[in-house]
């Protein structure tokens, strides 16, 4: 059960654009479409933001999306908002009957 | 309005054992998968234990297996999780998770405000 490969830290200016990475093996994120991302405030509880590699809850905005290419999943936020800065986490299946997370990143907003 | 609400986390001496428990409402219960995740202090999510939707099947990452157990008690729509032999690695806010429909080691798209457990001498 070996945690999934993120970036620590990530940053980009109101309005742009940034990607953050998330990369696993063939026995999890390569295996299965099911890679989740979650969005965690200093202090407060994690918030589903993409599941099932690029589907999102109600409410989450259109600006979060996902995407798997091979063993790497991505998170993209567009139009960068002060309010997305926080932590982000993914999240896959790992096969044998087991979930992983990965070390998270903290996003920026410069 | 869905909610999720553990308590039962406290300080430990290691080697002790401590019972968390997460009372939901505001959905029907027995319907999801219910899971337990944990965060160090300063670190990062940490997948503990997942007890699926029909009843049957639990799931426990390697670092607790053999030492917690997951059990749902669907008429008092409560989740538990039994920790024994506590060690100081298992210090952590403790996340009830309720599983998005139809899955059960995937995606959580509810969470408690957790409970912390302090296990120290």
């Known amino acids: 059960q070996s945690a999934l490969t993120q970036p620590p830290s990530a940053s980009g200016s109101p309005g742009q654009s940034v990607t953050i990475s998330c990369t696993g093996t063939s026995s999890d994120v390569g295996g299965y479409n099911y890679v989740s991302w979650y969005q965690q405030h200093p202090g407060k509880v994690p918030k589903l933001m993409i599941y099932?590699?690029?589907k999102r809850p109600s409410g989450v905005p259109d600006r979060f999306s996902g995407s798997k290419s091979g063993n790497t999943a991505s998170l993209t936020v567009s139009g960068l908002q002060a309010e997305d800065e926080a932590d982000y986490y993914c999240?896959?299946?790992?096969?044998?009957?087991?979930?992983?997370f990965g070390g998270g990143t903290k996003l920026t907003v410069l | 309005e869905v909610q999720l609400l553990e308590s039962g986390g406290g300080l430990v001496q290691p080697g002790g054992s401590l019972r968390l428990s997460c009372a939901a409402s505001?959905?029907?219960?027995?319907?999801?998968?219910l899971s337990w995740v944990r965060q160090a202090p300063g670190k990062g999510l940490e997948w503990v234990s997942t007890f699926s939707a029909d009843g049957v099947s639990t799931y426990y990452a390697d670092s607790v297996k053999g030492r917690f157990t997951i059990s749902r008690d669907n008429s008092k729509n409560t989740l538990y999780l039994q920790m024994n032999s506590l060690s100081a690695d298992d210090t952590a806010v403790y996340y009830c998770?309720?599983?998005?429909?139809?899955?059960?080691?995937?995606?959580?798209?509810?969470w408690g405000q957790g409970t912390m457990v302090t296990v120290s001498s």
């Open positions: 999240s896959s299946y790992g096969g044998n009957k087991n979930l992983v």
């Open positions: 099932e590699v690029s």
């Open positions: 998770a309720k599983a998005v429909v139809g899955g059960t080691l995937h995606a959580f798209d509810m």
């Open positions: 505001g959905f029907t219960f027995s319907s999801y998968a």
